[in-house]
């Protein structure tokens, strides 16, 4: 798995995160994109509602104190050229991409001006987070859409490019409200990825360089499949069942830390009332 090389940070949001209560996803990221200081990119590329998708996290945003918010909607690829879109990430802190669709933040965004230049803040300190599909688009080769509540099987998803912050790792959201564990298995055994992420809704893992922490309301499921004693995925058929044998399993509520790089889980730092 290749290591994060970014400077910056990820939030990475299983979805349906709280925009009414205390917003404790929400809150981490404006914290983390500078609190009251905070400029704040909101790319509503994946969805098919963005003014009102743009609008209601703007709402929250400024409610939470960001300094400025603004709202990038590129429908087309020749959107990502724009040079008051580049402007506004040029100057940005915290660069937030909505749910909706993972295929079409790809295909309008990847490989285009914007995307280089999101990299390139992210490289040099900005906070880059996303829900739901924004989640999903974090790896290189992210899952753009498979069945849920199923065995693993080649068939029960599809994978393909995704915009590359995380890479080497698979991404899944909604993960325990949809039961998606034999999706994120079928994902895994489908590229060369070792680590899967399933993320809960209201939940994100905060990814600093080698550093993963859980925040949120659910959890986080880490299934670690560097070691498998045996798997039967090279003889299957499309629509046959897969083994695997001897995955690592981990889930991770908010207060947990997991290392990318030794691929374990950081107990030392977990609350002593978790520990007792």
């Given at each position: 798995?290749?290591?994060?090389?970014?400077?910056g940070?990820l939030?990475?949001i299983g979805?349906?995160?709280d925009r009414?209560?205390?917003c404790?996803?929400l809150r981490?990221?404006?914290?983390?994109?500078?609190?009251?200081?905070a400029?704040?990119?909101?790319m509503?590329a994946?969805t098919?509602?963005?003014?009102?998708?743009?609008?209601?996290?703007?709402k929250?945003?400024?409610?939470l104190?960001?300094?400025?918010?603004?709202?990038?909607?590129?429908?087309?690829r020749d959107?990502?050229?724009?040079?008051?879109?580049?402007e506004?990430?040029?100057?940005?802190?915290?660069?937030?991409?909505?749910?909706?669709?993972?295929?079409?933040?790809?295909?309008i965004?990847?490989?285009?001006e914007l995307?280089?230049?999101?990299h390139?803040?992210?490289?040099?300190?900005?906070?880059?987070?996303?829900?739901?599909?924004?989640?999903?688009m974090?790896?290189d080769?992210?899952i753009?859409?498979?069945?849920?509540?199923?065995?693993?099987?080649?068939?029960?998803?599809?994978?393909?490019?995704?915009?590359g912050f995380?890479?080497?790792?698979?991404i899944?959201?909604?993960?325990?409200?949809r039961g998606?564990?034999g999706r994120l298995i079928?994902?895994?055994?489908?590229q060369?990825?070792v680590?899967?992420?399933?993320?809960?809704?209201?939940?994100?893992?905060?990814?600093?360089q080698d550093?993963?922490?859980?925040?949120?309301s659910?959890?986080v499921?880490?299934v670690d499949?560097?070691?498998?004693t045996?798997s039967?995925?090279?003889?299957?058929?499309?629509?046959?069942?897969?083994a695997?044998?001897g995955?690592?399993l981990?889930i991770?509520?908010?207060?947990?830390?997991?290392?990318?790089?030794?691929?374990?889980p950081i107990l030392?730092?977990i609350?002593?009332?978790?520990?007792a």
């Amino acid at each position: 798995m290749a290591d994060n090389q970014g400077t910056g940070q990820l939030i990475i949001i299983g979805g349906a995160e709280d925009r009414e209560g205390d917003c404790r996803v929400l809150r981490e990221f404006v914290r983390r994109a500078g609190g009251t200081k905070a400029n704040v990119v909101i790319m509503t590329a994946a969805t098919e509602l963005p003014r009102e998708v743009g609008e209601d996290y703007t709402k929250i945003f400024e409610r939470l104190g960001a300094e400025n918010v603004r709202i990038i909607d590129t429908v087309t690829r020749d959107d990502a050229s724009s040079q008051t879109y580049l402007e506004a990430v040029e100057k940005a802190t915290g660069v937030f991409f909505t749910g909706g669709d993972q295929a079409r933040i790809t295909s309008i965004i990847k490989g285009t001006e914007l995307d280089a230049l999101i990299h390139r803040r992210y490289a040099e300190g900005v906070v880059v987070a996303g829900t739901s599909a924004g989640a999903a688009m974090m790896p290189d080769v992210m899952i753009v859409e498979g069945d849920s509540t199923t065995n693993a099987r080649a068939e029960v998803v599809e994978m393909g490019p995704g915009m590359g912050f995380l890479p080497g790792i698979v991404i899944d959201q909604h993960f325990s409200q949809r039961g998606r564990l034999g999706r994120l298995i079928a994902a895994l055994a489908q590229q060369p990825a070792v680590l899967g992420f399933g993320i809960d809704e209201d939940t994100a893992i905060i990814v600093s360089q080698d550093v993963i922490e859980v925040v949120g309301s659910g959890s986080v499921t880490i299934v670690d499949v560097a070691e498998i004693t045996h798997s039967n995925v090279d003889s299957l058929l499309k629509d046959e069942v897969m083994a695997i044998c001897g995955a690592r399993l981990h889930i991770l509520p908010e207060g947990y830390s997991y290392n990318l790089k030794n691929r374990k889980p950081i107990l030392e730092r977990i609350p002593q009332a978790a520990a007792a």
